[in-house]
């Protein structure tokens, strides 16, 4: 396989960012072959350029913005920064093709599937409709869609995310091109789905010795499908490996580190012997969508149905599921951003599910919410202080002794004090997660609620969240109910875990018990979804 | 604009409601620079002294109509009970043609600048209202709304806080909009005899005058004409300026 010429070689590919960008090049130097029937996966962390080469590869550039200034793309011993516009448009889809992210906003909302698809064949080959018909049932059906002859007539929202993506997929395919571009195209994927898609990439490329340039941010997926692995940090190729040798034995420091920061599977001992009293506690909560309207019956959605949890003083638990499984359905009613439409919610003895909202606020400063997107969770027009002074103030703190708790918990938090006065823009996404916790934290509440806190982090600031929020659980003996769909992370954080499914919780109990033995169906399905699965990150032969 | 508004008598003028039978329908001149209608009177005076006029009723409008526009789409955003009710009262307002409105409110109560602003204005509403509610509706998904809800912080000052803000922008933009389009307006009115009152000069009204005369005298009509186009322009640059400059996240790119 090796010897085999390849379909792709980039050399010392640069492209230069606008004069005003905080560095001077996206990417610099990358250098690296696809061969024929190979999978290579580029991982790095946001910012690392990753997207930008698959962007310039396909020559799909903001062409004011962005210019690769040296280097050259060969796709088959031609060279693309030869080749005009309409030479490109006519490899784009034949020779290389490219799936994307968001499988949703990658297709036209407006056309049928089975349109997009064909649009492919129609620009390309010359064919006529009940050919392009044809061929577009036999795609799809390689990429195991059920019933193509009816599902080509539906539009994108008609179909799941999964459905969409294989779409996708299929329109890429469908002129089997030598390279296929995938920019982390099950990243907005639910683990059950992305391990479909997963095989399913594997399976097509094998059988048509398609090159695969895959772009992903996850060491699980890379461990799942790559062969080699290309590892970029800040515009620069830091490591090329082969896979197993690469996450093994990583002979860099910065693959070392973001290879370690993947969460283990396997449940952290902890030792929380003493028991200590029940601070929140659900019965049967339930929330249902939609209900009757006056103009016409709408459909309703049992978004949580009998939910039953405790979380005890200093315990985390952790409610997992896919999305929309309602898990942060029951975490809005807990916090009451929506009222609950049966059950009962207790904190301490007393019950809140059904408080009218003059009743409800002495409660509030006891549950603290933090949400999943750090850039949207903190006011962009007012500065972080006067983000955290808000809530204490509204319970009648004074203004010096509330400034100074902000003060503190920004140190607490390991934030510069001194930044006190800066706007939510200046800081990465991680800080701002720290910030939403000292926030959180300045009400000083009982039950600390974290809904998809860290998923939006990179894995390296992803693990510093995990610790700080474990560190102020420990610190303040807090109740902490984090919500997430990823298992390594539930894994690493919670004394107890609830499964969800479908708005109901399948499977609870002890997380060490529920990762080691899982009970439900579901459980395991999700447990067998888990990219990489097998593959203990971390666990290094050499050491540095 | 303004300050030729503010400071019309210094600005080589004569009385612009001063007849001259001698001087009339004069070509523009060193004297009369813009020239002088079938009354003699002059041109670039009327125009300079009609620019108030419009200012006025301009800024007027755009002020009122915002400020009750924030208030009831404030309300129709987040209160969603009042909310259907609030928008097709707005519905309706917005379903009556303006200028009709306007020649209904002038023949009832009489041509006078207050009858003219408030028939300006009154159609203006819905537009700005349907505007905040747009934004108040997907501000309060914003979890920062959340947040704030969370640590206990009470409705108004959610909504002064948090909400209000960013309503500014689109609001500064869509008020220089009502501005210009409430002087065009009231030079329709004017034009049609429906606005100011005569012995006030209005753009609208010099141009409505001059019309007879347009074959003989056109420069009676087109300076009042090119005035109100060019300050209808400028203040819709400066709305999109202001915007530019008022946003954080433009400002700091800048």
Request: charged share 20%.
């Amino acid at each position: 396989m090796t010897d085999k010429k390849p379909v792709l070689s980039v050399e010392n590919l640069t492209v230069k960012l606008p004069d005003h960008a905080d560095r001077l090049n996206a990417i610099e130097e990358v250098s690296f072959d696809v061969r024929p029937n190979e999978i290579l996966c580029v991982v790095g962390e946001s910012g690392s350029g990753k997207s930008v080469t698959a962007h310039t590869v396909m020559g799909l550039l903001p062409p004011k913005q962005l210019k690769p200034t040296a280097g050259r793309i060969l796709l088959q011993d031609e060279n693309l920064f030869e080749k005009s516009e309409l030479e490109l448009r006519e490899m784009r889809g034949a020779k290389m093709s490219m799936i994307f992210q968001e499988p949703m906003t990658a297709l036209n909302p407006v056309v049928t599937v089975g349109d997009q698809i064909e649009e492919v064949l129609r620009i390309h080959r010359p064919s006529n409709p009940k050919e392009r018909a044809r061929l577009c049932n036999e795609v799809m059906a390689a990429v195991n869609l059920p019933e193509p002859e009816k599902l080509r007539k539906s539009y994108p929202h008609q179909l799941s995310g999964g459905q969409r993506q294989r779409i996708m997929i299929a329109a890429a395919l469908i002129l089997e091109p030598f390279l296929l571009i995938a920019d982390e195209p099950t990243t907005a994927l639910d683990v059950t789905t992305q391990a479909q898609i997963l095989r399913l990439i594997r399976d097509i490329q094998a059988k048509h010795d398609t090159g695969v340039l895959f772009i992903t941010h996850d060491f699980g997926v890379v461990a799942e499908i790559a062969d080699r692995v290309v590892v970029m940090q800040d515009g620069r190729i830091v490591e090329v490996g082969e896979t197993h040798e690469l996450l093994r034995n990583p002979q860099e420091s910065y693959t070392r580190m973001l290879i370690s920061s993947v969460p283990s599977l396997t449940p952290k001992a902890r030792n929380n012997s003493k028991v200590s009293n029940v601070v929140l506690s659900t019965q049967s909560l339930s929330k249902i969508y939609g209900g009757k309207s006056f103009f016409r019956k709408t459909r309703e959605v049992n978004a949580a149905q009998d939910v039953n949890i405790e979380i005890r003083k200093g315990e985390t638990l952790g409610i997992v599921g896919e999305s929309g499984s309602g898990k942060s359905t029951v975490a809005r009613c807990i916090v009451r951003l929506i009222n609950p439409t049966s059950g009962e919610i207790y904190i301490d003895d007393d019950e809140i599910a059904e408080l009218p909202e003059s009743s409800l606020r002495q409660h509030r400063r006891r549950v603290q919410i933090i949400f999943q997107d750090p850039y949207r969770s903190l006011n962009p027009r007012r500065t972080v202080g006067q983000s955290i002074v808000e809530g204490p103030m509204n319970y009648g703190l004074d203004k010096d002794s509330a400034w100074n708790r902000a003060t503190e918990l920004l140190k607490l938090v390991d934030i510069d004090s001194k930044a006190i006065d800066r706007f939510p823009h200046q800081f990465s996404g991680g800080q701002r997660q720290r910030i939403c916790i000292a926030r959180a934290l300045a009400m000083e509440p009982e039950v600390l609620i974290a809904d998809e806190a860290v998923s939006a982090l990179d894995v390296s600031v992803q693990s510093q969240v995990l610790d700080l929020l474990d560190d102020v659980r420990k610190k303040f003996d807090l109740a902490m109910l984090f919500i997430t769909h990823d298992l390594r992370v539930a894994s690493q954080i919670c004394d107890n875990v609830a499964v969800m499914c479908k708005g109901m919780v399948v499977e609870q109990g002890k997380s060490s018990e529920v990762f080691k033995n899982p009970k439900h169906s579901y459980t395991q399905e999700l447990f067998n979804a888990a990219p990489g699965r097998n593959f203990n990150f971390g666990e290094f032969e050499t050491t540095v | 604009m303004v300050f030729l508004a503010v400071f019309a008598p210094l600005l080589f003028t004569s009385d612009p409601i001063q007849m001259n039978p001698v001087e009339r329908l004069k070509t523009p001149s060193l004297i009369h620079w813009f020239g002088t209608d079938m009354f003699g009177r002059d041109i670039y005076s009327r125009t300079v002294y009609g620019s108030r006029i419009s200012l006025v009723v301009g800024l007027v409008a755009a002020v009122l109509s915002v400020i009750l526009g924030l208030f009831i789409g404030l309300v129709a955003g987040y209160i969603r009970f009042l909310d259907a009710i609030l928008m097709r009262i707005m519905d309706g307002l917005m379903a009556i043609p303006g200028i009709l409105l306007a020649i209904a409110l002038v023949s009832l109560s009489g041509a006078s600048l207050i009858t003219v602003t408030i028939a300006i204005t009154i159609p203006e509403i819905p537009r700005v209202v349907r505007l905040v509610r747009s934004i108040v509706l997907s501000v309060r998904e914003e979890p920062y709304v959340e947040a704030a809800i969370a640590a206990g912080t009470r409705l108004p000052l959610i909504l002064s806080r948090h909400v209000l803000p960013n309503t500014i922008p689109p609001l500064i933009v869509q008020a220089t909009y009502v501005c210009g389009s409430a002087m065009l307006t009231e030079a329709i009115l004017s034009f049609l005899g429906a606005g100011t009152p005569p012995e006030v000069p209005s753009w609208g009204n010099i141009m409505a005058e001059g019309r007879l005369y347009f074959q003989i005298a056109p420069w009676i009509i087109f300076f009042p004409g090119i005035t109100l186009a060019v300050t209808v322009l400028a203040v819709n640059v400066l709305g999109d300026g202001l915007r530019d400059t008022l946003d954080p996240r433009i400002a700091k790119q800048m």
